[in-house]
């Protein structure tokens, strides 16, 4: 077996809208075995891993997989299956996955499963491969490639393979990795909104949101949350004020400094003290019950390791309870009880503890509902106070304090208490963190019965607490677990707001820039806040925050992070499609231009079908209530309506009577459309939407057309117009942003920039592929009309395919009349030279006479050169890498800079 690829997906993509792990896995030998020609095989793996017996596989039930590995199936299938067992048994649920053999490659499998954690995912990847190579027989064990997927869990994965220590491993992956219990309940209860959810760090900092209605939050603690009220709520003896002024049941007390005056303000109060510290937090350093004394200087040296500063306090009798208060309603109540355990009359209580420990509900710091009860001087100290230690064994039926305080941090249990709350406490508990300015508020409560009034029974507020813990309201020890995330959400996002921006993605061979940057215009004219990313950088309002290729799910991660965006408008080439999905699960609009030959070969994309399945995921994540834009007058784009989503809209230059009969029917039955009708103006941009027929303006009237000449920026204006009537915005509000969008290096560089300079035309565009330059022969067929030699600076990637470089030297053969070839910096993988060469075979091929080829490897010496050998009245086009570096030679140009290139450069330059 050999892995040879590996990609982790984090939104839509072309094989799943779910995140999923991919491993392409060429099987090589194993190919020929299918499991039930491994004898023994299946029993072993079912051994090691019992619960795939459960596994419903391609049957949809138990027992499934079982079924499929007697019956044959290949080792492919096997290690995913594995990957998602041992993500469960690690502590992450998982259960979606497919295996799908890859077209036209023998033995070669793509192998997908859905992950919760990125780290787990891949790691459980890797030792699914390990796992099932250790149950090979030794002549198919061979494995290569592991290292492409992550570390492996354990340092050692030669077999035999040590499956308990790699689960071990595993799991401590899982536990980093995981959200705690309070962020997790809140991110579910966002995904089950459709609140989009973006993780900012490896710890618990959430993006809730996208642009201008983000919300952040990290746990409990929201971007609403008052930083003066958390440093209020820490302060236990100003919240005390705070509350007593408000009318809110608060104990007596005073902060203190040494145990002397601890023991001092004590002795004013007739029943047992709390001291506790003056700003501590999870319980810690806080000791109840205190009536000596010798207790109270006890519990002075207990707080005062936790703050300088420590509170000593009337201790209020009753039951400890927690209020959560969030948005000033209250959204659960939980009884709190110490940690404790029952004697039985045999085991020791630190035989008990560990008992205790035992149940799975329980784990470390904050992982599970329950934390593990810690034997320390806190707890011996309670067992003093009770005539006990730890090795002493209560009697049977005994319940044995361990704690004073009822934290759950501490070991503590909760009872669900929310119905069975009196209203006029939960009026007291919501006044409380009303009055100390927290949204999300944890209210230390203690009451006899918190089915009675505090003002009958005595009790009231002991503290508030920021950024509270929730799990002893989701996963009480006893009674309903409560949706406190979904209250928290609520809180952020009410009903009727909303928590996304509009976005709108672009894909397709050629026209994606422009495109996006006309929508752009048109929406800045709607009065809107834009972010913007393309392959010149990513752009917030009018400002370039980044510059270089942005048309990737990372830049448009940073739009939609963006605090100030009001619609994204997002560039979206196949790289990043194929690298990690889309950067979000859903747009309002998906625009796809026309799929057509370039970076074939690459990444299993080899046909124009591949191209087009893989530019459809874009359509295919619309809202049901959006829009998916397609070219009419291209056939695969065409294709994409059977699996595009929310309303079709077409775009054609085909209109009037040339309008193609399903565009007539869809017309008919109120589609949404624009189409290009002739007129004595170039054309004339209509678009037509349920039943009317809306005049938008004249091609003539669009500059970035010249004039009619380009169509295909006709093409794109139609695409754009369509894809801001998705988003609802008024068709004068269009025709004003198109007319105002002028084809120049300002408004749209490198994409059709125009200047009439040094006495002949110089046209600069980015067409780098043989669709783009046919795109633009068109329209230099138009232009040659009024000027006098076409010149063209010609240049493509090198990690195109040999017949697309030499097409490209075919195409621009038959437009120019002086062909200057140059190379790339970079090459992409190809010597210098080679591509420079393909293209003169390609020229060549159509009779281009040797004579006016000239090969000049660096673009600024083939700009310089093709400006020399421009006259009055030529046009000049540049096909440029460096498009500000290109426009600066333009205009620095001057006949003596090129002798001066010509005697620097003398063999460089053939012709």
Not at 672 to 692: C, H, K, M
Request: proline share 5%.
């Amino acid at each position: 077996m050999r892995v040879l690829e590996t990609a982790v997906y984090r939104g839509p993509h072309l094989y799943s809208a779910r995140p999923m792990i991919r491993i392409q896995l060429d099987l090589g030998q194993l190919e020929g075995h299918p499991t039930s020609r491994l004898p023994g095989f299946a029993d072993r793996l079912l051994q090691a891993l019992p619960g795939l017996a459960i596994h419903g596989c391609s049957l949809g039930a138990p027992g499934g997989l079982v079924a499929r590995l007697h019956d044959g199936t290949w080792i492919g299938h096997v290690v995913e299956h594995v990957a998602l067992e041992l993500q469960t048994l690690a502590g992450a649920a998982t259960t979606r996955g497919k295996t799908r053999s890859v077209r036209g490659r023998r033995g070669v499998y793509d192998i997908l499963y859905v992950y919760e954690g990125e780290r787990l995912g891949r790691a459980a990847g890797r030792a699914a491969l390990a796992l099932v190579r250790d149950l090979l027989p030794p002549e198919l064990k061979h494995l290569e490639g592991l290292d492409s997927l992550a570390p492996p869990p354990i340092d050692a994965m030669e077999t035999p393979f040590d499956l308990p220590a790699n689960l071990e491993a595993l799991r401590r992956i899982a536990r980093a990795e995981a959200l705690g219990p309070t962020t997790r309940s809140i991110v579910q209860a966002a995904r089950r909104r459709g609140v989009p959810v973006q993780r900012l760090d490896d710890y618990s900092l959430i993006q809730l949101g996208y642009g201008v209605r983000r919300k952040l939050l990290r746990a409990s603690i929201t971007g609403d949350t008052s930083h003066v009220a958390v440093q209020t709520a820490g302060d236990k003896a100003l919240t005390k004020r705070m509350l007593n002024a408000a009318g809110v049941p608060a104990p007596r007390g005073a902060v203190v400094h040494t145990a002397d005056a601890a023991v001092a303000e004590a002795a004013r109060f007739t029943g047992p003290v709390v001291v506790k510290p003056l700003d501590g937090n999870h319980g810690r350093g806080v000791s109840l019950g205190l009536s000596t004394p010798e207790a109270v200087r006890w519990g002075f040296e207990q707080a005062v390791r936790h703050s300088r500063k420590v509170i000593v306090e009337e201790q209020y009798t009753g039951r400890d309870y927690r209020i959560l208060v969030v948005g000033g309603k209250v959204a659960a109540v939980a009884e709190r009880v110490p940690a404790q355990v029952v004697g039985d009359g045999v085991s020791t209580v630190a035989d008990l503890v560990a008992r205790e420990n035992a149940d799975p509900r329980r784990g470390i710091g904050h992982e599970k509902v329950m934390t593990r009860i810690v034997i320390d001087d806190h707890v011996r100290n309670m067992l003093e106070r009770q005539g006990l230690a730890v090795a002493s064994t209560p009697a049977a039926g005994v319940c044995v304090s361990l704690r004073a305080t009822a934290n759950l941090s501490t070991g503590g249990t909760a009872i669900d208490r929310t119905d069975d709350i009196h209203p006029e406490n939960a009026a007291i508990a919501r006044r409380a963190a009303l009055t100390v300015g927290l949204d999300v508020a944890g209210i230390d409560f203690i009451a006899p019965d918190i089915a009675r009034s505090v003002r009958e029974t005595g009790g009231g507020v002991v503290e508030v607490n920021a950024a509270p813990g929730f799990r002893m309201h989701l996963e009480p020890s006893e009674g309903s677990g409560r949706d406190v995330g979904g209250a928290v959400v609520e809180q952020l996002f009410p009903r009727r707001s909303a928590s996304r921006v509009p976005i709108v993605a672009i894909t397709g061979t050629n026209g994606k820039s422009t495109v996006g940057r006309m929508v752009a215009a048109i929406l800045r004219a709607d009065g809107r806040t834009v972010g913007l990313t393309n392959t010149s950088g990513v752009y917030i309002g009018e400002e370039r925050v980044t510059r270089g290729d942005a048309s990737g799910p990372r830049s448009a991660r940073m739009v939609l992070s963006a605090p100030t965006v009001e619609a994204a408008v997002l560039e979206t080439a196949r790289g990043g499609l194929l690298r990690e999905g889309l950067a979000f699960d859903r747009c309002d609009v998906g625009v796809v231009l026309n799929v057509s030959a370039d970076h074939l070969g690459l990444k299993g994309i080899d046909t124009l079908e591949d191209l087009a399945a893989v530019k459809s995921v874009i359509v295919e994540a619309v809202f049901r209530r959006g829009v998916s834009v397609l070219n009419a007058d291209d056939p695969l784009t065409l294709r994409m309506a059977r699996r595009a989503r929310g309303r079709i809209a077409y775009f054609t230059l085909r209109g009037g009577p040339d309008l193609p009969p399903f565009l007539q029917k869809h017309l008919a039955e109120g589609g949404l459309a624009a189409t290009l009708e002739p007129s004595v103006r170039g054309g004339a941009l209509v678009l037509f939407d349920r039943g009317r027929r809306i005049p938008l303006l004249e091609a003539d009237a669009l500059p970035s057309a010249l004039a009619g000449a380009a169509r295909f920026n006709l093409s794109n204006a139609l695409a754009a117009a369509l894809a801001a009537r998705g988003l609802g915005v008024a068709i004068e509000t269009i025709a004003a942003a198109l007319s105002g969008f002028q084809s120049s290096a300002q408004d749209n560089p490198g994409r059709l920039n125009v200047a009439d300079i040094h006495g002949f035309r110089v046209i600069v565009d980015y067409a780098h592929n043989p669709g783009a330059l046919e795109a633009v022969g068109e329209m230099v067929a138009r232009l040659r009309e009024h000027h006098g030699r076409a010149i063209g600076v010609v240049s493509i990637p090198g990690d195109r395919r040999d017949e697309d470089i030499r097409r490209m030297g075919a195409i621009a053969a038959s437009l120019f009349d002086e062909l200057v070839l140059r190379e790339r910096p970079d090459g992409r993988g190809r010597p210098a030279g080679s591509v420079i060469a393909l293209l003169r075979e390609g020229a060549l091929s159509e009779g281009f006479p040797e004579s006016r080829l000239h090969r000049v490897p660096s673009e600024p010496k083939a700009v310089e050169h093709a400006l020399g050998l421009a006259r009055p009245g030529d046009l000049l086009m540049i096909f440029p890498t460096a498009v500000e570096r290109v426009w600066a030679q333009i205009h620095a140009f001057s006949p003596a800079s090129q002798e001066t290139i010509e005697a620097s450069d003398a063999g460089a330059v053939h012709g």
